[in-house]
């Protein structure tokens, strides 16, 4: 650690930077960066790292794109960053890239997405669990029956299939009644494609009791949908994240739910994690395991949702 | 033709051969032969059959029935360019098939280059030296290494005939060789086509151009509406014959010779000290009222950029433009609504919007008339359309036609209707007939003439010599971008405008 | 000296100026390191565009390389999850895949004269989509990431001698031996002849149709090639790999020289053009600016680079012009004499 | 060419109505008019682009830009209303200004310095994200306010939900301008033949110009709508949706060389695949397959096209 110390110290020179004592840089690699939930645990690192002046963050757009992330991966290794923060994109595709950088001495915290090779640290928000907290609240919500639609992620999106499965299987576990009459996956997260969609599922099913969109955005997408049809008093919409819009959209009980995560909590606690580890200089950790943090959803309500503080909507 | 002349002789022939596209006949038993070194004429006017005869005979396309000889051996009904090119066929196209950014090594033997021994790799090295030795043995302005996109159109003819003659050539079928020739090229070129002969090659020669066909053809095939007219041997050929059988009717002037007379009337177009660096220098004449005023010379003397300067197409360094007594700096825009017309030199590039209709085609320089407010009233674009086809009789008078599909007189005259359905009171044009049939070409004779009665002054440049004589009241014959000499009131022969194209100025005329 | 050597020599000084300014900001970016990545980045694209060029130098375009790259490593994921196929076979098996593309592309094109752009468009769709139908699935029928283990398919895209990644080797052979066959090949003639002009070209009795088919199978092959290194580099793939990678294809051809009228631009061009583009991703994050002002940067140079090609290629022709200009005065003062 | 466009439309239109035959075959829930308005509605926004993207594309050239740009300038229209406190319609106007001014430069670039379209816009493409995030502030910003601004693309009229009367308005006004303006006339001229159009007393650049312009234009409207749609902006927003718009034109007959299209065709063109994916869904054809029919009814519209499109175009492409 004291040779990228020394290094990060020599490049800070030449970078011109005010040269303190002994400067980090911490590399932060979302899927794509102007996401609601990217740029709140942007935020929530900030919080902590504004107090440390020594430390600069540097976000990479990898546009969605698992092959971008790998080459961000190697630059940052080659920039002799000192952390990494790491939104994959996919478990498999950034594990060598993970390995690689923890073998050159540089801890790579996962955030909700742990990759296969074993990492430093990885803080999730439980994406299974969350689908399974949604499929429990809606099934409350509906009485036990009705039919019920999915808008999906796109395929192979692990996070939004994980959330899925959640709820199927608390679906299938709790409300034998309720029938998931259709599932389709709108390409690229997109809003506009899930209101088409939603539309679609409004035309197939004349009683449709309630939909799950495996993020917050198609939930607002499904929810503009069945209001300009003038169904929305009809159907429970559940999302999962717990943006702010989305948080309003419940109060106004327009959307029935969320998986709520406070990114800004997460995002914070990566901070710290971070902090301490180039505080002590630990490096990567000599754990076998990586050491996973789970965050438990909150299922946020328009009866619970007043439980969430301004300053933790993000 | 020092050889035997006797049927035995014959390197091709072909016996009745006949071809139809969809149902419509296109060539009704046809005869046609050619001897061993002799140059053959094949004429008709479009429509006629010619190259549908060629496209057989070099099989770019096949026969429906007829028997082919070509030296001694039977050709089989299917007939590839292949086996063409193995028998020694070798085709001078119209458009020149070269290849841009290709050097003049590659083009000669583009598909043939020589290979290093046990690879598939080509000896550029051995290549050049080839296109040399084939170079030097006619010896062409030519370098091997030269690119084709920096060669003249001349030079680039050559680099076609070497082409040919790299192959074992037995047959040289010429297609409009010298439409794009200057008078001197064209010469150098018969001087080929001699040599040729003289090394026993037959040549195979199609053109539209009468005095040529008189003075390089030992035989003329004339061919009307598919079918075999007459054969003329040496003695009897003479243009006014051949136009005759041509198109059926003799034409009322002799091609040859026309008495200018000058017309007076008040003055359109005055030109003063006109110059454009490289191009032309110091040019000065008036043009009057309904007056057709010839400009001669061979390409490349500037007569092209002078009337395209004059039309506002290109801009010009010194001298002064009055049009109708105002003084005028042109701009295509300005030309236009000015009442001046300009009817460019190549037609496919320049003049027509291959992929549009007619109606299009003549609707888009009048689009002030009927687009006065921006939006086009289509009953007026389709009326002055159906104008444009009707006074030139456009074939097929159909307006929605592509005129990318029309042959090529009648897409010069939708060149020429886009100005003829405004009024003008001025109209440059440049090679109006290039590569156009005998009967389109009167028939825009007559509308060049109409023009002039109708008081439209005519600006004509044409390395037609007839047509300049003929049409013309007056000439100027222009030299390296310089005024050379004037002829108006004599009598006034395609050869001397030659000549004085050539540099020989003789006094005696005026 | 030809108008394509100046544009090299302009794009060289330019990559040669930005690598200076970029290390002087920093100089991580001169570390072997960093240049090893930098390469395999560059050739990862470069390989596909090698044999885009061919397709452009025919005045075509190959939309569907992007959807040749899925499919491909989905069939190598396949192969190395299910089977136990020697890696040689396996490679085999995915070029067939770009080969097999390719040939459709160019029937279309060819027997039906269908516009290049939207039927590689069309097949690109087609393999978008089969690329997540035969894509690996768990039990639940959600596609499922599989990780290769394979180290002999691992082989491709790891580093060999001297740190040199095997996909920069491969690049530089393939990019050397496209190169030869063009310029030095009468196959290679033939595809600028169907390039520069076609009816030319068949004329001179070159099958223009079979050189377009080879082109677009040529473009086909080269896809999938780089499918295996990408894939093989991440040791997994994703039903999504590749796609949306056209757009730095195409730029690393236009770049390089190659028109899309056709008939003009070499593999040289593309390899210098995809280098570039790389050094330019790659530097921009060397200088630690945000990554809002990243694409507006590698936009800004983009153009700024086709403006300067096209001045310059102003300037000479400017020249030519004028010393055409002596040349002819001198030729008159001689007639004069 | 008067009749061509049309004959186009006429063969599109061979491949919609038995494909809609099939599809209320398979399932009776297809030809409903709450259907059918919905799978026009999807399309509103790629009709909406490719009403000004055909231009540049009819002179031979292309806008790749006109993603980045919609995204643009829902952000800009969000930060006049929101940020500024602007009313809502002048906002709107000053965006779409401010899109035809990028359309503008991207024309300056292409006709003036002589650059090919393609380059120009793909790079414009990605500087206009990157602004994107800088105006934005790399945010996704929701839009709550105002309402009639809202109701712009999820309000109804007649029973129609509005952005179908936007775009039927700019296709309309489009392929009107195409076919009976003299504009429309030089832009088929140029894309034709520039040289002939030249002489003609065209001016090749003033077209280019406007063509651009006018895509830039478009591009905003397609944004304003877009963010009025979803309710929220930024700058990844309608990214990839220029292959949708180039392919719309394409299947609409707007070849690339030798100046024809109709705006009309690629309405009928998008429309036509989102019939064919709005078909799967109700059939719970899962999404993989979706891209595979498209894909091959593209070609197929192609084959049944091809008498029109198969002219010399290689030929053409060098005159």
Redesign the interface.
Known sequence: MKKTAIVAALLCVLLVVPAVAQTYKVAYIPQSIGQPNTNAWLEGMMRVFRKYPNVKVQSFDAQLKAELQVSYMDDVINQKYDAIVLQAMDAAALSASVKAAEAKGIPVITVNLATIQKHTASVQMADISAGYAVGKEMGKQLGGKGNVVIIQSPPGAILGVNREKGFRQAMAELYPNIKIVGAQSAEGWKKEIAITIMNGFLQANKELAGVFAVNDNMAEGAMIAAEAAGRLDQIKIWGANGQKSTLALIEQGKIAGTAYNNSFAQGSLIAEMVMENLQKKLGPSKAAETKVIQIPPFAATKETVGQIAAEDRW | MTKVENGADLLLECRSITKSYSGHVVLDAVDFSVRRGEVHALVGENGAGKSTLIKIVTGATGRDSGEMVYDGTVVPMEHLRRDAEALGIAVIYQELSLIPGMTVAQNIFLGKEPLRPLTRLIDVRKMNDQARELIDRYNFPLKPTDLIDNISIAQRQLVEILKALSGKASIMIMDEPTSSLTKTEVEMLFKIIALLKSEGISVLYISHRMEEVYALSDRVTVLRDGKLVKVLDKEEISPEEIIRLMIGHKLEEKAVQHELTPKGGKVVLEVRGLTSVGKFEDLSFDLHEGEVLGIGGLVGSGRTELVRALYGADSFDAGTIRYLGKEWVPSVRKSIEGGIGFIPEERRLQGILATQSITRNIGIPNLDLIAPRGIVSVKEEDRRAARGIELLNVKPPRPEQLVGNLSGGNQQKVVLAKWLVRDLKLIFIDEPTVGIDIGAKEEIYDHIRALSARGVSVLLVSSDLPELTRLSDRVIVLRQGRFFQEFRECVLTGEKILRAASGIREGDDE | MSHHAVRRLILVGLMLALSALITVINPVFLSSGNLLKLLQEAAQTGIVAVGFTFVMITAGIDMSIGGVVAVTSMVCINFLHYTKVPIPVLVFLSLFVGALTGLVNGFFITKYKLPEFIVTLATRSILAGLALVIAVKDSLGFVQNVYIQNDSYLWFGTSGLFGIYRTTVAFLILGVGAQIFLKHTRTGTNIYATGANPTAARLTGIDTDRTTIGVYMFSGICASLAAVFISSRMMTAMPELGLGSEMDVIASVVIGGTAFSGGVGDVWGTMLGSLFLALIKNGILKTGISPWIQPIAIGGIIVVTVIVDVWQKKLREHLEARAKLKRLSAERGRDAA | ????PIATELRLAVVLVPLMAVLSVLSP?FL?L??LT?VV??VC?IGILSSGAIYPRITGGID?SLGSTAALSGIVVDLFMNRMGIPWIPSILMTVVIGALVGLFNGF?VAK????A???T??????????A??V?Q???L?I?EPRPFILIS?G?FLGL?NPIYIMVALAVTSQFVL????????V??VG??E?????????PDRVRLISYTISGGTSAVGGVI?AS????V???AA??IE?DV??AL??GGT??V???GSVLGALIGAIMVAFII?GL??M?IP??????????V??LA??LN?GY???????????
């Not at chain 4, 310095?113 to 090919?116: D, G």
């Not at chain 4, 040289?195 to 001016?203: E, F, I, Y």
């Not at chain 4, 499109?309 to 005159?319: D, E, G, I, Q, Y």
């Open positions: 060419m008067n009749k061509k829930r409903t709450d259907n919905n509605w999807s926004l790749l670039i310095i002589k650059i090919p393609f380059v120009v793909m790079a414009a493409k990605t500087y206009l994200y990157g602004i995030l800088v934005s790399g945010a996704m929701a709550l999820t109804r939900p076919r009976r303006t003299a504009f429309g006339r030089q088929m001229a034709s033949n040289v002939a159009a030249r002489l003609s007393g065209v001016d877009l749609l979803t309710q929220q930024f700058a990844a990214s990839g292959l180039m392919t394409v299947i070849s690339a030798g100046g024809r709005n869904n109700l719970n999404a993989p397959f979706h891209p595979i029919v498209t894909g091959s593209i070609i192609l084959l091809e499109l198969v002219p010399k175009r290689r030929t053409l492409s060098r005159a």
